[in-house]
């Protein structure tokens, strides 16, 4: 997969074939644009190509800290280096180009400087300026044009339409299953082991702190159980995330405690696979009780159906 930065010519002899959007979290709705893009490349003898922006338009356009994202730009690429595009195009958003119609961008960058031969869009795709550029104005430019236009069927989940804002809706309320599901993989976090306060070692259940990109969207507080890949081998655990009110916690924590395993990991990077959702955080009496529930909490998972033991 060439990773292009911004919009820049493509020789017509490509024969490209398009998909455009935020593609974030590359769920299966996602996942069914791509290999629909795949296999129209491959049969028009082309190449397929992702167009997608950054940083997201709600971070430039609404100064909006709080919207996270189930995958920032660098994740997006390892995701979608999965599916053997041809080209990932990242453009570049800002306030200068959010202002560019929908008829300028299909007849200046899609036209003039992409040279598309395909164009497919999802069921609900809006484009340019106030996303006013729709699937009905595109088939009037694609006759104009010159270039094929498909639009695909959403894909659904429990009936519903499968939706990066669903996703990240019942990772915030905790609902780990509905995400699992919508991706087709365990939602995952992936960050630097960095130095916390050891009260876990104290505990009996010695834990790692993890920072986390702050653009990436962290499940609701509560305690989960886990995957978790160490130089590429897995382990399984629990991860906590919270304030910890038991010890007067009160910033948000990420910890990990990785069974079986012993080892400094101080500087390592662990990726953290989210399996389910255990119970939510809680305030308890004393550290002692706190031990005991983390105690109960390890055998919850361990008699679960995700504990690989």
């Known amino acids: 997969m060439k990773i292009v930065e911004g919009i820049q010519p493509i020789a017509e002899s490509e024969k490209l074939v398009l998909t455009i959007g935020m593609f974030d979290g590359v769920h299966k709705g996602h996942q069914s644009i791509i290999n629909q893009l795949n296999k129209r490349a491959k049969a028009v003898n082309g ?26 730009i660098d994740e997006k690429i390892q995701l979608l280096k999965k599916y053997n595009l041809d080209y990932l195009i990242i453009q570049p958003f800002d306030f ?57 069927k959403a894909i659904k989940e429990n009936e519903n339409p499968i939706s990066s804002t669903k996703v990240r809706n019942a990772l915030a309320e905790g609902n780990i299953a509905y995400a699992t599901q919508a991706l087709g993989r365990s939602y995952s976090l992936e960050g630097k082991v960095i130095h916390g306060d050891k009260i876990g070692r104290t505990l009996g259940f010695p834990t790692v702190n993890l920072a986390i990109n702050d653009e990436k969207l962290i499940p609701k507080n509560g305690v989960y159980g886990v995957n978790v890949w160490i130089d590429g081998q897995k382990f399984q655990g629990l991860m906590n995330v919270g304030i910890r009110p038991t010890i007067e916690g009160k910033n948000q924590r990420i910890e990990v405690f990785i069974f079986d395993f012993e080892d400094n990991l101080y500087e390592k990077t662990l990726k ?15 550290l002692e009780d706190l031990k005991d529930q983390i105690a109960k909490d390890v055998l919850f998972f361990k008699n679960s159906e995700f504990y690989l033991g």
């Open 272 to 286: 953290v696979e989210i399996l389910n959702r255990i119970r939510d955080e809680q305030k308890f009496d004393s």
């Open 96 to 152: 200068e180009f959010s202002r560019t119609s929908s008829l300028d961008f299909v007849r200046e960058s899609l036209v003039k400087q992409l040279n598309i031969h395909t164009l497919i869009i999802g069921h609900d795709h809006q484009f340019g300026r106030n996303r006013a550029g729709d699937f009905h104005q595109l088939q009037e430019l694609s006759s104009l044009y010159n270039f094929e236009l498909s639009q695909l």
């Open 47 to 72: 190449h397929s190509a992702l167009l997608t922006l950054n940083p997201h338009p709600r971070h430039v356009l609404q100064s909006d800290s709080d919207f996270k994202l189930l995958s920032p």
